[in-house]
């Protein structure tokens, strides 16, 4: 119900997008959105309009939580920082406060009566029969904690920058000239003959001259270079070192339930139905003639009321203690007598009830027997995280520091920075690998090395052991497998010459079939190819080769197999029939939405011109302290 609220006004909210500058309903819902009004220092001002502390504080929490999103963990203050969120959000709050200038210079405001139409648009608002409730708006607005007045606030202004984008950019489309050249590139058809080379194996190539053997080490030298290798030595504490799993008893097991009985509980919830009364006569009346044999509905609607439908909920979602306590004591079918609600009297009515649910101890044995023993591992590797910090800082070295954690080191010997040693051994047994390795090399030789964390709560505490400068290895010391390397790359390029004159004889006049016919090829035939097209043959390369020419175009270009030749003809060009219809909806729509986008972003950074833009640093720094 509140994500419908958060569209209320779509028709002008959908306008102030502007890449997040809509301020209130965003994110966080209608609530947070509307709370952000209030007083406080001002952040920046735009003319003579202040933006707030409160709204500046709810904008970057809001750019915390969708960079939150995409890193999938709460981001640090140095990562919001790198990500530029602080820019982002100013750059946000300055377009609003620029559109809000505007928009008083130039006069432009809503009326009670179009606000009053958009709130009746709004579909949160609205009762079972599809038409705007007050009494519904009301308790909507009553769960969401939120007063008329501060809704209405933020609706109006939402309203007025609508008016004012829309005039920029409303019903703006790309282009048919556009879409049609588009849908020419995108539909166009061809056919395309073509024949696979394959390489001879390379082992069949005889074996470069010592000269050409030099000069291929040469210009491939750093291929050959023996990397640095570093050895150390590291002390685990990860949840898989740690863990004592099978010392959680079920003693510990069912204290746990019963301390915590709520955690598997499912509350009570039940179908609810108001009325709002707009006095204590009017509800009085209304429970008499209920009590006299009249339906809720008959009552409400005699009154002039109208009942409202709640949905199924649970009793903290009323958001009053009294309406609570009428609603979850009543009986199902039975309306209850007149409650003092917050605005003012309301008479409900139950009409199901999911009674509450308890998952018996056996269900979730096994989930408190893993949460206890995770609870446990953490708590001995932050125990032990602080007895190794400590003795490390007090100069003990690595083994001593672990000797008075308990714990065990373990020696890695001279590594690559993948993990490989000297003879090409992989060492796959170093936690958090990419972490640990990249911890080792970039550090500098004989420097301590800061301990590494990873997924969540592990530590590797890291000291460093013997280093092995990289070199260069002489061509006589890597002679095979720099002979390896040369006939692979001297099959594959016999094989790409051989495509070349095979290509250059059709184009001087052999017809494609007999070159194939001659050469023992076989030819293959890919129709109606577009360059959307996604053919595993063919490969990027040959796709793009497909793509390069008139009708009778032959190239010869590398197949998406290693070592493979395509060389390929286009038999056929096929325009679309019409070229509009190959261009999709979503993407007509998608640039559409682009260029009005960026008709909206050139209009507001024309407003800023004139515009003396002030920003007050101090308090912006106060306000992120106070959001992290």
Known sequence: MLNQMRRGASGWVAKLLLGGLAVSFVVWGIADGLRSHGSGSTVLQAGDIRVSVAEYQQAYQQGLNRLAQQLQRRPTSEQAEMFGVDQTVLAQLRAGALVDLKAEHDGIAVSDEGLITLIQREKAFQDASGRFSRDTMRAVLANAGLSEAAYLTDLRRSAVRGQLLGAVADDVVIPNAFVDAL???????????????????????????????????????????APEYRGFSYVALTPATMAETDKVTDEEIARYYDANRAQFTTPERRAVQQVVFPDRATADAAAQAIASGRS???????????????????????????LADAAFGAQVGVPTGVVEGPFGPVILNVTAVEPEVVRPLDDVRA?????????????????????????????????????????????VPPVSREGVTQDGTKVDTIPGSQQVLGAVFTGDEGNDIPPVNFDGNSYVFLAPGEVIPSRERPLDEVRARVTADWKQDEAVQMAVDRGQSLAERVR???????????????LQTASAVTRQSALPVLGEAGMR?????????????PAKDSGQVL???????????????????????????????DLEQSYIASLQSGVDVTYNQAVIQQAKASVR
């Not at 001879?200 to 750093?222: C, G, I, N, R």
């Not at 953490?378 to 714990?407: H, K």
């Not at 494609?512 to 001659?518: K, L």
């Open 183 to 225: 849908g020419i590139y995108n539909g166009e058809r061809r056919t395309v003959q073509y024949a696979v080379l394959q390489p001879q194996p390379a082992d069949s190539v005889s074996d470069p001259s010592d000269d050409d053997l030099s000069t291929y080490y040469t210009e491939h030298q750093d291929t050959y270079h």
């Open 296 to 322: 809720l509905a008959d009552a409400a609607k005699q009154a002039g009321r109208e009942v409202a439908d709640l949905g199924t909920i649970g009793r903290a979602a009323l958001g009053n203690a009294t």
């Open 367 to 411: 989930d408190i027997r893993q949460s206890l023993a995770r609870d446990a591992t953490n708590a001995r590797i932050t125990s032990a995280y602080n007895t190794m910090s400590d003795s490390l800082q007090s100069g003990a070295p690595l083994a001593e520091a672990a000797e008075q954690a308990g714990l065990k080191v373990v020696s």
């Open 508 to 522: 001087k006049g052999q017809s494609f079939a007999d070159m194939a016919e001659v050469e023992g090829l076989s």
């Open 545 to 557: 080769a497909a793509f390069s020419g008139p009708q009778g175009f032959v190239a010869s270009t």
């Open 567 to 597: 060389v390929l003809q286009v038999s056929e060009v096929a325009p679309p029939a019409d070229p509009a219809a190959s261009v999709a909806q979503t993407t007509k729509t998608g640039l559409s939405q682009a260029l009005r986008g």
